[in-house]
């Protein structure tokens, strides 16, 4: 069971550039989160989803946006690249079947803006 | 707006003696608290799940305590093992019918010095 996967694991893109981060799971899990980690800082949730077809933002969505055309895909989008959205970025997911499941977590993607 | 206080940031113990981490929220309105290990250049590991109606989890050397109140919670770990070298964030999960966003601290860094 591969859990939540993220791709790529390193990337570095030029300012403007775009790109898409790639996160999927294979717990049929109905919930899926973006997050951001900054150095000293705890995560902050980007955009989240409830369930396939339905999105919405979090925390920090402002730059970013998200689809869920499959209950396994989450991919998260970079338009125009900026500088300040250098960070670790994590997916994750969780299933409906009560508040009191923990999140499922992938090991994260490394992004530089240069 | 939820604010999650880890204090201290770093921590470094020989081998051997018991670790003392803290977290303190500002909104009691809580539905569960949930703490995490995150190892470098890795993702987020659920530890322990501490409802809100619960004052205590625990799971072999670790355990954690809830005072929703106060707005605190302390996750110990008895006889620290080199292996126990990590990050460890907690988060809470706000008591409110369909929200299933998490709020996390910065994080402490725990070293245990062979």
């Known amino acids: 069971n591969a859990g939540v996967t993220q791709t790529p694991k390193f990337r570095i893109l030029k300012i403007g550039q775009s790109m898409t981060l790639q996160c999927t799971q294979d717990?049929?899990?109905?919930?899926m989160y973006w997050y951001r980690q900054d150095p000293g800082m705890g995560l902050k949730l980007i955009y989240y989803?409830?369930?396939?077809?339905?999105?919405d933002k979090g925390e920090v969505p402002n730059g970013y946006n998200v689809s869920r055309s499959t209950t396994e895909d989450f991919p998260l989008r970079l338009e125009l690249a900026a500088p300040s959205q250098t960070s670790v970025y994590f997916c994750?997911?969780?299933?409906?079947?009560?508040?009191?499941?923990?999140?499922?977590f992938g090991d994260g993607t490394r992004l530089s803006i240069l | 707006k939820q604010e999650v206080t880890q204090i201290p940031a770093a921590l470094s113990v020989p081998e051997g003696e018991n670790l003392v981490l803290n977290c303190s929220f500002t909104?009691?309105?809580?539905?569960?608290l949930q703490w995490f290990r995150q190892d470098p250049g890795k993702g987020l590991t659920s530890l322990l799940l501490?409802?809100?109606?619960?004052r205590e989890q625990t799971s072999g050397r670790l355990n954690a305590s809830l005072d929703k109140s106060s707005g605190r919670s302390t996750l110990y770990i008895a006889a620290s093992q080199p292996g126990d070298s990590a990050t460890y964030l907690c988060?809470?999960?706000?008591?409110?019918?369909?929200?299933?966003?998490?709020?996390f601290g910065a994080g402490t860094t725990v070293t245990v010095r062979a």
């Open positions: 994750a997911s969780s299933p409906p079947t009560g508040r009191n499941e923990p999140q499922h």
């Open positions: 717990m049929n899990h109905n919930y």
């Open positions: 989803s409830v369930g396939a077809g339905i999105t």
């Open positions: 909104d009691s309105a809580i539905y569960n």
């Open positions: 501490i409802q809100s109606s619960q």
């Open positions: 988060a809470v999960r706000p008591n409110r019918s369909n929200d299933y966003k998490l709020s």
